[in-house]
């Protein structure tokens, strides 16, 4: 009996979880291609776009690991998105393997098209070597120079090791901030650095969102509100059909009446503007729309701001810095700044590496380690 993608995906596992210290790839060539792709963390399509063909091959052996695209109209054609989302997806998500949690064929270098993958296809992407290198990876199998299953094994068999790197670095980390039974808690003012060092590092533009959705999080039960699941990193309002970055409900009420719009730029009219097309066009009424910004606020903007109370009939616009929002958080709520600091924490960690990289949040360790040791 034909197996199905789930149980070839679980056979392919298996055996990648049996060979963990050695590759069965021989070709120093290939090794090293599929080792790039993998480790390839400025853009993890590549590693995805690989998996799904590859199982789409494993899927129907008659079927050209090159020709992901339905529209190509050929008998050796497939759906590689349908592949990637239906299957990789929750592959990936069970096995924790650090991909991007969504499709490769909705980024703007692979949607859209509708010809072969083959070497000779110029990608718009970069790194540019990473898509060269995964179209002669998908050359290679589909030559049948090696066999596409080989090829799958050693994907997840890296994968599973850098997966198990990362957790031991994170783990090690959480081990040194432990503080002794009866230590002093941080102050609210050295948490607030703390996150300012950490929104100062590269690549931070998600904190702003984890700032303001954990203080939620934390004192949502005191004030009587709670904030919605967050969308992910890279989805838009339009697709996603929300407010704003975070959303704060009533308790035992669906309807939105805070939205946050996080800008890790000063805040403009035209953002002002945007945010009352926004307002307009939402099926439900809000009472606030509050910008968060880690850069300085204009005095002009945030007055032009405050005239549209009147003229939504009382929905307030205001534009408010990041710091100063936690800031005066922390200290409203004195004694809830430990577990702020812990729920900050959670969910830095739990963010896919495309929205907090790993490197983010060793950082956000590595900083409140020095604080808890009073470095």
Sequence with gaps: MKPTPEQILEEIYKRAENSRKKSFITDGVIKKQIDYVCHC????????????????KLDNPKVDPRMPYTEIGTNDCFSGR????????????????????????????????????????????RPRELYKTTLQLLEEVAKNRISADIVFIEVVRILLNARDEKLNRIASLLKSIKR??????????????????????????????LVVAAAYQVAGKRIGERVLP????????????????????????????????????????????????????ASQRIHNYIFITTEKIDPETAEYALKFYEETGGIEIVILDCIGFLRHFLHLFHRLRTDYLNTYQTLVLEEPDSAVSQSLKEAFLALRQSAESGE
């Design 230 to 281: 967050l969308n992910s990193h890279n989805a838009a309002d339009l697709q996603t059909g929300s407010i704003g970055d975070v959303e704060v409900c009533l308790v035992g009420d669906d309807n939105v009446v805070t939205a946050y719009e996080m800008k890790m730029k000063r805040v403009t009219i035209d953002d002002i503007d945007g945010a009352i097309n926004k307002i307009v066009k």
């Design 41 to 56: 963390t400025s853009n993890r399509a590549g590693v995805r776009l690989l998996m799904a063909c590859l199982l789409g």
């Design 180 to 209: 002794g039974e009866g230590a002093l808690p941080l102050s609210s003012e050295t948490i607030v650095t703390l996150i300012e060092q950490h929104l100062a590092c590269k690549k931070s533009s998600r904190l702003p969102v």
């Design 82 to 125: 349908t592949y990637d989302e239906r299957y990789i997806t929750h592959f990936i998500n069970v096995h924790r393997l650090p991909c991007n949690p969504t499709t490769a064929f909705l980024t703007p270098t692979l949607r859209n098209i509708d010809r072969p993958l083959k070497t000779d296809t110029e990608l718009v992407g």
